[in-house]
């Protein structure tokens, strides 16, 4: 009898490669010949047979209108040329497998990690599986397809990105590729067709900005909620910029909306108001069917006015318009990392432009707060080159303040929010940069007046830093595998001794863990020692031996071959060795896992 | 299998001709060591005790056909359908509904299986065709020497003669790798795969696995390529200008493959162009030949049963304005007597028997035609709206997707073997009462129909477990009493929709069954699979009717004509057949796709065929001529769903891309020029017309569309699972 153990990973990512290119579908005779390697059979017209069992595997695919290749259908595949099919790979769709590669091999492989039982145990049983459900919605009214949830955005992300950059092709959805089939030999006709399209003169499009009813609803409530007082609507009306996937034809109406209300309230001193458009902002990054690019010219303006406005709030001594400054940085900062490019260099503008502000002596308290709070959420970078340079002098300006007598209570509050700003930022970076041991002497004299308080907050800094490494240790030595089923494979059998012989196709199906997790939680949970106990078992006639512990709160165990465990936990386990109905004779290895 | 086999041998034994069957079954029998069965068979047939052992003797005579050569090289699926074919034969007459043709249909079978048994002769003597030895290294040199000849002639004929090229490629190589010059092949094969055509791309690559003479046993492209004969259209000037070529150099090695293994269907006239063979060429085994396409086809409709319509004014005078009755009177009578008057196309009413209409019957019709009053006309400016129907939760296993014809019902077929029934309207899916409550119902009263159904089993949809495979087609009777489905596990499941219960499991196909249809008349169905045939089957018979043996690969889909009498199927092999029901002849051969057929869908008048196939590309065929009318290039993955429109205006295609889309049928069909010479010959000039043909795309949210349906009222509802 011809056995195969079949790397099925492998093959599952291949498949995953191959969505790529769904016309040529095919394994590369090398990994076959690895595949065949690995698994100790080298015979040609073994190689030969799966070759062609994947042909018929695709098949499967089709019919089953997949575009991924399955386990199961390779399985199929072995089944019509008569072959026994494997047992044991019930795979899930998606398999991590992982790549090494090293002495002139290249190896795939699925890397299995060491579980501990009592972890499978303990974790909750997942939820149950919604059943096959039916929906209806509306795909198109009248030729013309709704923007609805259930819908795809009539353009997407790229689409919207090739319209703006190439105005000249814009490819209407799903009309792109047009007969990609044509061979190659068409090449050679002549084309008589295409004559006139290259004589006539292409205009770039006129982009319209129409919106139907429904939209303009839609942003009447959308902007209404987002201003309006009740912050249950507003939430919902965020959330509804962040996720909806329709909404590009409202962008522009957007983007002017949040400048010229920045714009106007800003003069007003409405800080609330502010604070609304700057979430508002804040949603439409978020959204990731929308490409922004187009309207930075618009919102990035606004954004840095709420950074850096003198004056942000009727009471700037009371009202708190700080965390707006703090979260319109974070914004820009957003902002500069997923828009910045070397053309338009967003991020070098807004720098050069903050720092020059900051560097002006008759900048105001608020103003110098937004400046370096922009700054320091640009990044560790940015606070090296930019801001710790800047300590002393800005020390001595806070020292000034702070000491001095005739001063405002309002240049008092900014100063004190300027050194807290300056000490949490630069704390950390210091930390990372300058070598231990932290003395304050040494960091008066580098940094001046803030140098005390910078010494005990990198201190404090160090010590954190270090106690996160420790938990981030401790949080690897640990491993959770949520999965409730897990397929033992072969990997343990290298400890049973002896050679491997080919004719090893006897790998545990599954391994069903079901755990009734204790209703008390007084209960002490079960140590967490495991045994597994590998035996192998003379050849008996029958190779099929479950063994199932059962003990929840109120049911007795069912069948039970093994010692009563000292616990009063007891997981059922259920060990099944999946073997060929024409192994039996064969000496089966089996294993069990007893905890 | 035993009793099965046992049982059909026995009738079988009462037909002296089949001896060889006999034989065969006893030699099955033996090898499976059933010694018990061969000893009672061989009683039973009156057999000398030897009659088993001297069979081997003769069989390698190959006296019959092909049949007897092939025994040890048969597997045992293939046997046991010719035992079962065999079998029907012995009985008098399959059914009495076919009384008058039995006969020649009985006959026509047996002729069809020796077909399916000579698709698998034995390998050594087909093989042995490539014994003969050429210089191993000169094919190379043979193979360019007439690349270079075919690009150096006139550009009429290159693009004709370029065809050659790959079934050359293929035998040569066969003859090399056969003739253990395994490393002259692999040279062979690298320096010429490159320049074959990218459709053949699959077949090359299960060519580049077969390295060793060892290789050939038992591989079925290759005893494709070698039992059926590559056929080749090439023009008498092309055909002159090769042959002189090849005799002038003495090229006797590349003559001899011509001769022996292409079939050049040589035509007078003018030489095709390159888009033109495109066209038509990609499939297993090249074009259909021309004598293929030449048979009658009645493509036209029956005429539909005159069935009064009862309290129809009424209801609709009471419902409507006075302006409404009025426009109807002429309406339906355009209707009725369009349907009186016989289509010349049409085949005779009583062509092949149909079911009689029943009183249910009759009440859907009715229904059908108060619809059909209200449906809103199609067109170009008038596209219809699109109900998508998303099956959530099914984790990718959603294979196939089937809606009643009044839109009433949908029913799944899933990987996990399980089969659901939804009901899309408020009336809910009810079981009928048990016998013992049946007993006690009143069967004289008006709505004995509605009592016997039972409310407490209401629901908004049922399972049907039965199958032990992914069910991979799935078709409801007309009446909406049944349903079938088909899986891979060999079988064609019958349900009741009364009971929800399985009713009949069709044996026969043993390899997956891939798609199954009921007839539009109900009664007969149709179902094709990895084996290779496709089988008429009637619901009350448990072994086939017809089996319709041709095509090279599985059969992918399968789908009867409107008017019942013939049927289509779709192949991995990529091409289409259409057969006669009544015959079991294959009347039509279409080439021209480049992958296998995943859909099929016959326009409403019955005239025309749209197929869709992996490729992406939905074509067009008319029927009546055999010609390829138009290509629908769009998609970018394979099409798994066609539907005409019910007035057959617009063509709708769903496909694993996730669109639907709108084609312009009429359109497609106005401007189809069918001169005589197109007509003759089966070479139509295609424009690439289909951005002007295609009406409207739309995308859905990753979701493939696995099937579509236009309901009475010409509102298109589509189908596919959510792949998260």
Request: proline fraction near 5%.
């Amino acid at each position: 009898m011809k056995l195969f153990v079949w790397p099925c990973f492998v093959l599952t990512a291949m498949a995953e490669e191959r969505r790529q290119k769904q016309c040529s579908v095919t394994l590369p005779t090398e990994s076959m010949k690895a595949m065949a390697e690995s698994v100790g059979v080298g015979q040609l017209q073994e190689e030969s047979c799966v070759a062609l069992s994947e042909e018929d595997a695709l098949k499967f695919m089709h019919h089953g209108k997949r575009r991924k290749l399955t386990t199961s259908d390779i399985d199929n595949a072995l089944k019509l040329k008569n072959v026994e099919p494997l047992y044991g790979f019930q795979s899930q769709e998606f398999i991590p497998f992982r790549f090494a590669s090293g002495g002139g091999r290249e190896l795939h492989f699925y890397e299995e990690k060491e579980v501990d039982l009592s972890d499978i145990i303990n974790t909750p049983l997942p939820r149950v599986p919604l059943d096959v459900s039916l929906k209806a919605h509306w795909l198109s009214i009248e030729g013309v397809q709704p923007s609805i949830p259930e819908n795809p955005p009539p353009a997407t992300k790229e689409q919207q990105k090739t319209e703006s950059t190439e105005p000249l092709k814009v490819v209407k959805p799903g009309q792109e590729e047009e007969g990609a089939i044509q061979g190659k030999g068409q090449g050679a006709t002549a084309p008589d067709g295409k004559g006139k399209e290259k004589g006539s003169i292409r205009l770039k499009p006129r982009s319209t900005h129409e919106l139907s009813v429904e939209q303009q609803l839609y942003y009447k409530e959308i902007t209404e909620a987002c201003v309006g007082s009740c912050e249950a609507k507003r939430a919902e009306a965020l959330q509804s910029i962040a996720t909806d996937p329709g909404l590009y034809q409202m962008l522009p109406r957007f983007s002017t909306f949040i400048s010229e209300g920045v714009r106007v309230n800003v003069v007003q001193n409405n800080l609330a108001l502010l604070i609304y458009l700057m979430r508002m902002v804040k949603a439409l990054m978020d959204n990731p069917t929308l490409y922004l690019e187009k309207y930075l010219h618009e919102l990035i303006p606004a954004v840095v006015t709420c950074i850096v406005s003198k004056q942000l709030c009727l009471r700037p001594d009371v009202d708190n318009h700080w965390a707006l400054r703090d979260f319109a940085a974070r914004l820009m900062a957003q902002c500069c990392k997923t828009f910045s490019t070397t053309t338009n260099n967003i991020q070098s503008r807004i720098t050069k432009t903050l720092t020059k502000s900051w560097l002006d002596e008759k900048t105001q308290w608020t103003a110098r707060y937004g400046c370096i709070a922009g700054l320091a959420e640009l990044g560790p970078d940015v606070i090296k080159t930019l801001i710790l340079p800047r300590l002393t002098v800005e020390g001595s300006r806070i020292k000034a303040v702070m000491e001095g007598s005739v001063v405002s209570n309002i240049d008092k509050i900014g100063a004190e929010h300027v050194q807290s700003l300056l000490l949490k930022h630069c704390a950390s970076v210091i930390a990372k940069i300058r070598p231990q041991p932290d003395t304050v002497e040494q960091y008066r004299t580098d940094y001046g007046y803030l140098g005390p308080m910078l010494c005990s907050h990198v201190i404090k800094a160090r010590t954190q830093a270090a106690l996160q490494a420790q938990q981030v240790n401790r949080t690897t030595l640990t491993i959770t595998q949520p999965r409730p089923t897990l397929s033992v494979s072969q990997s343990g059998l290298s400890g049973s001794g002896g050679p491997r012989t080919p004719s090893i196709i006897k790998v545990p199906s599954s391994l069903t863990l079901m755990s009734p997790r204790p209703g008390t939680p007084s209960q002490p949970s079960p140590p967490a020692t495991k045994y597994i106990v590998m035996a192998t078992s003379a050849g008996t006639a029958s190779t099929q031996q479950v063994i199932t512990l059962s003990s929840s709160q109120s049911a007795s165990p069912v069948t039970s071959t093994v010692p009563s465990a000292t616990s009063t936990l007891q997981p059922l386990v259920k060990v099944e060795s999946g073997s060929g109905p024409g192994l039996a004779a064969s000496r089966p290895l089996q294993k069990y896992i007893v905890v | 299998v035993k009793p099965g086999s046992a049982g059909s041998s026995k009738s079988a034994a009462g037909a002296p001709e089949d001896q060889q069957t006999l034989l065969a079954v006893l030699q099955f029998l033996r090898k499976n060591k059933l010694t018990e069965s061969v000893e009672i068979l061989r009683r039973e047939a009156g057999l000398p005790e030897d009659a088993l052992d001297t069979k081997g003797a003769d069989c390698s005579a190959p006296s019959s056909g092909g049949t007897a050569g092939g025994v040890d090289g048969l597997d045992a699926g293939s046997l046991l359908s010719r035992v079962a074919v065999s079998s029907s034969a012995g009985t008098p007459a399959p059914t009495k509904v076919f009384l008058g043709c039995s006969a020649m249909g009985v006959h026509h079978l047996w002729i069809l299986s020796a077909a399916v048994a000579d698709d698998q002769p034995d390998v050594s003597v087909v093989l042995s065709a490539y014994s003969q030895q050429g210089d191993p290294a000169l094919y190379k040199v043979y193979y360019s020497d007439l690349k270079k000849f075919i690009e150096s002639v006139l550009d009429c004929h290159r693009a004709e003669l370029s065809q050659v090229f790959y079934p050359l490629f293929v035998h040569m190589y066969l003859e090399l790798v056969y003739n253990n010059h395994e490393s002259e092949a692999k040279a062979f094969f690298e320096k010429f795969s490159g320049d074959q055509e990218c459709y053949y791309e699959d077949d090359l690559r299960v060519l580049s696995s077969l390295t060793k003479k060892e290789h050939m046993r038992g591989n079925e492209t290759l005893l494709d390529f070698r039992t059926s004969k590559f056929v080749l259209r090439i023009s008498r000037d092309s055909y002159q200008l090769l042959k002189r070529h090849l005799q002038e150099r003495q090229n006797n090695q590349i003559w001899n493959i011509i001769q022996e293994h292409l079939y050049i269907d040589i035509f007078d006239g003018m030489p095709r162009s390159k888009s033109q063979i495109d066209a038509m060429s990609g499939s297993l085994a090249g074009e259909a030949k021309r004598e293929a396409n030449k048979a009658k086809v009645y493509y036209g409709l029956l005429k539909e049963p005159e069935i009064e319509v009862p309290l129809d004014d009424e209801d609709e005078e009471a419902e409507n304005e006075e302006g409404k009755p009025k426009k109807k009177k002429p309406k339906k009578d355009s209707m009725g007597s369009k349907s009186k008057k016989q289509d010349p196309n049409a085949p005779l009413q009583n062509r092949i028997p149909l079911p009689e209409l029943k009183d249910s019957d009759k009440l859907d019709k009715i229904m059908y035609m108060k619809e059909s009053t209200k449906r809103i006309r199609l067109g170009r400016e008038n596209l219809p709206s699109i109900c998508f129907y998303t099956f959530l939760n099914a984790y990718q296993g959603l294979t196939a997707v089937d809606f009643t014809d009044d839109s009433s019902l949908i029913a799944g077929g899933f990987a996990d073997s399980t089969v659901r029934v939804w009901s899309v309207t408020p009336k809910k899916l009810r079981k009928v009462k048990s016998a013992a409550d049946l007993n006690l119902i009143d069967k004289e009263s008006d709505d004995v129909l509605e009592r016997i159904m039972d409310e407490k089993t209401a629901s908004e949809s049922k399972i049907l477990y039965g199958h032990s495979g992914p069910v991979y087609g799935i078709s409801f009777s007309p009446d909406r009493n049944y349903l079938l489905s088909c899986s891979e596990d060999g079988t064609v499941r019958l349900w009741s929709l009364l009971t929800f219960t399985c009713l009949v499991g069709y044996k026969g196909h043993n390899y997956p069954v891939w798609d199954t249809q009921f007839s539009p008349y109900g009664y007969y169905f149709v179902s094709g699979g990895h084996d290779r045939v496709a089988r008429l089957w009637a619901t009350d018979h448990y072994q086939p009717l017809r089996i319709f043996a041709g095509h090279l690969a599985d059969v992918t889909c399968t789908r009867f004509h409107p008017n019942s009498n013939y049927v289509v199927t779709g192949s991995s092999d990529r091409t289409i057949r259409l057969w006669d029901v009544l015959t079991g002849n294959c009347v039509r051969i279409f080439t021209g796709h480049k992958g296998p057929i995943h859909t099929l869908a016959f326009s409403p008048n019955g005239k025309f065929l749209a197929s869709g196939a992996t490729d992406g590309r939905v074509l067009l065929w008319d029927i009546g001529h055999g010609l390829m009318v138009s290509e629908l290039k769009g998609h970018t993955d394979t099409v798994y769903a066609l539907r005409f429109s019910r007035d057959g205006e617009l063509l709708a295609s769903g496909s694993m891309d996730n669109t639907v889309r709108l084609w312009d049928a009429a359109k497609a069909f106005d401007d189809l020029e069918t001169d005589d010479f197109t007509a003759a010959t089966g070479h139509i000039h295609l424009q690439d017309n289909s951005q002007e043909l295609l009406l409207g795309t739309y995308m859905s949210k990753s979701t493939p569309v696995v099937h579509l349906h236009f309901t009475r009222r010409n509102l298109l509802l589509a189908a596919g699972s959510y792949a998260a």
